[in-house]
């Protein structure tokens, strides 16, 4: 299909016209697919019958409608606002609900299912492929940013394998405020403008052991500058479609690497290298908020290095490098401490991927470049942990005084999160003291250690070296990077329960809460979001069931 403008699809043909007159539709609100459809290959068979698919890109897939009644849970205002450039009084009227859900179709929308591959737990894994998502099109707003918008949730696609095309709520809240949430943290991500619930049934075994449950669908309508992943690549080097895997290629550099130019007979090891720096420094930024992602397949990693497909992730509360959030990684593979690991092993894939459109010289700069990775991570890592400690300037011991640290807070279990806020919060004189009042319990756990005193006259001489520098100096600077709040799996799980319930009251509270992480909130300290987490807690498992 080869459209020139939005009049160019038909929203009365065929199953599109049952989505028509969507509230939304306004001269200057329009999703689109048009660049997509006439620069890559459409699979050329209709339908969501699942099957292989050839030598394409997208393969065009309508929606299934949730079934009513259906429930708005959550709107991010953000994005509302400042990304759709929409009123807030849009989301009482119900039509925004379908349309948010996949009930309606957006004007000139056409839905895609995106084919794509991936190595998972290390494996090559065959064609996997959006199986109950579809890109509804794209947004250009008043400001000139071009988002993709995609539903989660919304049905059987071509790429459904044996799935049902469903996301249960449990999944759909989790995805929904962690987007959010990493977005106010400052780190690379999709966003999240809304979460629907249905009473729709589905079936779901969540810890893979046979005890299947029933669970209500829900689906979220999420956006990303691009969805395009190291699996986009991989699945057309896999099977030989060079042709298509250039013009994807060509594509997405023309569209999201503007810097490169489109000409330059290096564009491919440019690209590489652009996309080795920007996933080794969004690990390092995983890292110095304690997130584990959880499943960091190739086909979870984006191209433009933001996070995405939010399953079984967790933050780290006590610190543990082994730490790991999703009970189905038993080997550990994606522990918080493996993911710089990971990172390179699902670059070396990306290289596999670019390598025969490359001579045999850029191949070799290719993999020079891939030899930089840990110095790039390792720099970055460590440029993020100074500024945590509210250092400036740089030390030749700084790097000792951070690992020292982290050992502490190893052998202590101290809080990652609070360690570092309470390190923001105490004065340095109560510090040289080191006896804490309860609120600073973190820094209380880590004081147990044997040589807590010698890192803190580390610390207090490291900060002494800092020119007409003040505690208050210190503490707000140090305030501005360490967060008070994230979203720990005890209080999505909290909300979750709540929501099963059709009690969204703290899904509510999280997302204000987590939309400005870095200020004590006097709601968010009632709730305890800042305290020691719950001794129930320690018991909560998540897995890639959702």
């Not at 660049?35 to 292989?52: F, K, Q």
């Not at 995609?150 to 469903?166: F, I, N, V």
């Not at 729709?200 to 990303?224: H, M, Q, T």
């Amino acid at each position: 299909m080869r459209v020139d403008s939005c009049a160019g699809v038909d929203p009365d043909s065929g199953a599109a016209s049952q989505f028509k007159g969507c509230i939304l539709r306004r001269p200057d609100f329009n999703i689109h697919i048009i660049r997509y459809l006439n620069a890559l290959p459409l699979d050329e068979v209709d339908g969501n019958v699942i099957r292989t698919v050839k030598r394409s890109v997208f393969s065009e897939s309508q929606p299934s409608p949730l079934k009513e009644p259906l429930t708005l849970a959550a709107v991010s205002q953000d994005v509302l606002r400042n990304i759709l450039d929409l009123n807030e009084s849009v989301i009482q009227n119900e039509e925004f609900v379908r349309c948010v859900s996949g009930g309606k179709l957006f004007p000139c929308s056409v839905p895609l299912a995106h084919r794509y591959g991936g190595h998972q737990f290390g494996y090559w894994a065959g064609q996997l492929g959006d199986g109950r998502a579809h890109l509804l099109g794209e947004y250009t707003n008043r400001k000139g940013e071009r988002w993709e918008v995609q539903l989660k949730g919304s049905g059987k696609t071509p790429y459904s394998r044996s799935g049902d095309g469903r996301a249960v709520i449990r999944s759909s809240v989790r995805e929904f405020l962690c987007s959010e949430a990493m977005h106010f943290l400052g780190v690379p991500t999709s966003r999240a403008l809304s979460l629907v619930v249905s009473e729709e049934p589905v079936w779901r075994d969540p810890f893979y052991n046979g005890s299947v449950i029933k669970e209500r669908g829900a689906v979220v309508l999420r956006l990303a500058k691009s969805w395009f992943r190291i699996g986009s690549l991989e699945i057309l080097t896999r099977t030989g479609e060079l042709d298509v895997l250039r013009t994807l290629l060509d594509f997405v550099i023309k569209e999201h690497f503007k810097s490169i130019g489109t000409n330059d007979p290096d564009k491919y090891v440019v690209f590489f290298s652009r996309v080795l720096n920007e996933t080794a420094h969004l690990i390092a930024h995983w890292m110095s908020v304690g997130f584990a992602h959880g499943v960091c397949n190739t086909d979870n990693f984006s191209l433009l290095s933001i996070t995405f497909d939010y399953g079984p992730f967790g933050f780290m509360e006590s610190y543990d490098p082994n730490f790991v959030p999703n009970t189905s990684d038993d080997e550990g593979r994606y522990s918080i401490g493996a993911q710089a690991n990971v990172g390179l092993f699902n670059l070396q894939k990306l290289l596999e991927a670019l390598k025969p459109l490359l001579t045999s010289d850029q191949l070799s700069q290719s993999q020079q470049i891939l030899r930089e990775y840990p110095q790039i991570y390792h720099q970055r890592f460590h440029e993020l942990f100074k500024a945590k400690l509210g250092f400036l300037g740089n030390e030749e011991k700084d790097s000792y005084v951070i690992a020292f640290l982290l050992k502490l807070m190893e052998d202590t279990g101290a809080d990652f999160t609070m360690t570092f806020r309470q390190l923001s919060e105490v004065t340095l004189s109560r510090l040289q003291k080191g006896s804490f009042a309860p609120s600073l319990w973190a820094l209380s756990d880590l004081s147990s250690h044997k040589h807590f005193r010698d890192w803190v006259q580390l610390y207090l001489q490291r900060l002494s070296r800092i020119m007409s520098d003040s505690d208050e100096e210190r503490q707000h600077r140090m305030q501005g990077v360490n967060p008070r709040y994230v979203l720990r799996n005890w209080m999505a799980e909290s909300a979750i329960r709540k929501a099963e319930k059709n009690d969204y009251s703290e899904v509510t509270l999280l997302q204000k809460t987590l939309m400005e992480p870095f200020m004590e909130q006097e709601e968010a300290e009632r709730a305890g979001y800042a305290s020691k987490p719950p001794s129930w807690a320690q018991q909560l498992r998540v897995s890639c069931s959702s």
